[in-house]
């Protein structure tokens, strides 16, 4: 038979089968009394449950195996494992080893890598497989570690803006509740707000956010505010690194902004009182050109600044202006600890009123931040740093004042290019008390400058100095580098002014320019740290890491330095050209520490510019130093790019944890 026959004969047996169905549908109750009804199907024993009770919580670098037992199942078919979850994002959840086990057998849930806060409630499905309707779920609350940071926090982060690529600050103190969440803050802003086609300050309140810590120490934090003009829609994004409970690596992960800070326990909101060293950089807005500050102010009495003690030096755009006398006053901390600072120097000819924001960490460390541009027409966008000298305030009267080995890192701008994090600095010195510099070291790397012949300029070399202080006890000390071996091509004679905070403290650092034949102008702020004689680099460390090739890479991570191999491995989260990605691998190589702590390595990552690049490490003491990039004008494999970073010993966030 052929084929469409067969099909004609079917159709036709189905078309006598309907007809039938009809003809007896239409006959009398007495043929269908005959009709019966299938009986219903036995009702299934089938059941299913959990061997023993699931827990009902979890850290989240753990996990948990479940096992469920199937019974009355004469196919013996087993059991069907399901993870429902709400987000799209694959592992977003967690996983399972088996989606389908044996009958008492078990399967492992493995919990996602990352939380939107510190905890998340899984849901996890067990059904027998040969009814589905017979199931069990186990509610599971996945737990990060986030009860390590709780309490007041005052973060700060320089960086770039998207919308100019100019500079850009923020500042203020949020609120942790130990759990994820983020429950109050106040902020302040510096930022190009393309709306208004000007550069502002602004100052918003947190209102909500939440945070998240691994078990690795990387994590991340939202903040929320109520100003669609700042970051995402009011919304502030951040990778983060723990160091411990009261010290914390940020870096903006926004596609709008992206900068490199950090993040403090607030400690005291104490109103600050007597000598205050202070640096400051960012933009001078009547004359739109970079700008930086430093100085001392003394707060001798209950707020106010009477001009006793203070002074103030200011480079603009590679002019320097020194020793300026300055006066003001003092607010009250609010209930987050924040403080309105208003100074007055009538020796700056470019602005000589400033108002700055400072949010207070301790009873020594302010983090300052330029509040007067709420129209675009105060007088800058700039931020920094204070940290008391208390008692030992006006007592710097003599080069004693200063003595020791020091660890110095400075990050601003070459002024050739005026493009933010352009101009690189790290050195050392051992001040010797009688006015010299002694055991010197320097690596700047201005990225454009083009003096020396090549694309970017390279001095690193060591040095000689002598310095001075200023004798009215300020703590200001003016030191000027020169006889650099090997000498740079063409001259360079760079001045530096110190603050001195006292009382084995570190020391502000304010980069005067180049003061000779001004070849190499730049500017920029930063920080000497007391050198130690324990070098050693061992073990895990945070660190931040920002980039400047034209475009901008700024980035947090950590790492693990292994001097059985001189290796380095580890992860970095970075923001780079506004597009952030995170858990990227590092990893690196590192010579031994020598005696004065300067040695060389290298890092690498697939999110890195010019990759690998090489750095020089100088270690402050085993448990923190900077870094500098030093391959800019490298003959061979010149790279085009500055970097900079800082390195911190960190505290695992439980025991056990990596």
């Known amino acids: 038979m052929t084929r469409r026959p067969v ?9 006598l089968l309907a007809a039938a169905t009809i003809s007896l549908a239409g006959c009398g109750g007495a043929s269908t009394a005959n009709v019966q009804n299938p009986p219903p199907p036995p009702a299934s024993n089938i059941s299913v449950s959990f061997q023993s009770p699931p827990p009902q919580s979890i850290a989240i670098n753990t996990t948990a195996n479940l096992t469920a037992n199937v019974n009355n199942d004469p196919s013996n078919a087993g059991v069907d494992w399901a993870l429902p979850c709400q987000s799209k994002t694959a592992g977003a959840c967690g996983s399972l080893s088996n989606l389908h086990t044996p009958s008492g057998q078990p399967t492992t849930f493995t919990p996602p890598a990352t939380l939107t806060g510190n905890n998340q409630m899984v849901n996890i499905v067990a059904y027998a497989s040969a009814d589905h309707t017979q199931n069990v779920v186990a509610s599971i609350s996945v737990s990060a570690f986030g009860s390590n940071l709780k309490g007041n926090y005052v973060f700060q982060v320089q960086g770039i803006d998207s919308n100019s690529l100019g500079p850009y600050q923020l500042a203020g103190v949020v609120v942790l509740d130990g759990n994820g969440g983020v429950l109050a803050g106040e902020q302040t802003v510096n930022f190009f707000d393309p709306n208004a086609g000007i550069l502002l300050s602004k100052a918003d309140a947190i209102t909500a956010g939440s945070y998240f810590l691994g078990p690795d120490g990387r994590g991340t934090i939202s903040v929320t505010t109520q100003d669609a003009d700042v970051a995402v829609n009011g ?10 409970s009261s010290h914390v690596l940020i870096a903006q992960t926004d596609t709008t902004e992206a900068g490199t800070g950090t993040m403090d326990l607030q400690t005291s909101t104490t109103a600050p009182s007597a000598g205050y060293a202070f640096v400051l950089n960012g933009t001078d807005v009547g004359t739109a050109s970079p700008v930086a500050m430093g100085g001392v102010f003394n707060i001798d009495s209950p707020g106010n600044i009477s001009g006793k003690g203070s002074i103030i030096d200011q480079n603009l755009s590679g002019t320097l202006t020194q020793k300026q006398a300055l006066s003001g006053t003092v607010s009250s901390p609010d209930a987050l600890g924040a403080i ?3 100074l007055l120097v009538p020796g700056f000819t470019n602005a000589n009123a400033f108002t700055f924001t400072g949010y207070l960490v301790d009873a020594t460390h302010v983090q ?8 675009g027409a105060g007088s800058g966008a700039t931020s920094g740093i204070a940290i008391g000298q208390g008692s030992a305030t006006g007592t710097f009267t003599t080069a004693a ?3 020791g080995s020091y660890v110095f890192g400075v990050v601003g701008e070459d002024l050739t290019v005026l493009a933010p994090n352009s101009m690189t600095t790290a ?3 051992t001040a010797d008390g009688n006015g010299n510099l002694i055991n010197t070291y320097l690596d700047q790397y201005l990225q454009a400058n083009g003096f020396q012949g090549t694309s970017g300029a390279q001095i690193s070399a060591q040095f000689s100095s002598f310095y001075s202080l200023d004798t009215k006890g300020t703590g200001r000390v003016r030191a000027a580098f020169s006889h650099f071996v090997p000498p740079p091509k063409p001259a360079f004679q760079p001045l530096f002014i110190l603050y001195v905070t006292g009382n084995g403290g570190p020391v502000l650092v304010l980069d005067g320019s180049d003061t000779g034949l001004i070849n190499y102008p730049s500017l920029g702020v930063g920080i000497a740290y007391p050198q130690t004689s324990s070098l050693a680099f061992s073990g895990d460390y945070g660190f931040s890491l920002t980039q400047q090739n034209g475009g901008d890479n700024q980035g947090t991570g950590q790492m693990n330095a292994a001097p059985a191999t001189n290796t380095l491995a580890g992860v970095l989260d970075t923001n780079s050209g506004f597009n952030p990605t995170f858990a990227n691998p590092l990893t690196g190589t590192f010579a031994p520490p020598p005696a004065n702590g300067r040695f060389a390595g290298t890092l690498s990552s697939q999110v890195v510019d010019f990759n690998p690049f090489s750095v020089e490490f100088y270690a402050i003491d085993s448990s923190h130093g900077f870094f500098v990039e030093t391959d800019l004008v490298n003959p061979n494999s010149a790279s085009g790019v500055v970097s900079f970073g800082y390195y911190a010993s960190r505290t695992p966030v439980c025991a056990g944890c990596p």
């Open 7 to 15: 099909v004609a004969m079917r159709r036709w047996t189905l078309s």
């Open 235 to 244: 919304t502030e994004t951040f990778s983060l690194v723990f160091l411990s």
């Open 340 to 342: 309105s600072l208003n």
């Open 368 to 375: 300052l931040i330029e509040s007067d541009n709420g129209s």
């Open 401 to 403: 004042a200063l003595i």
């Open 427 to 429: 050195g050392m010195f």
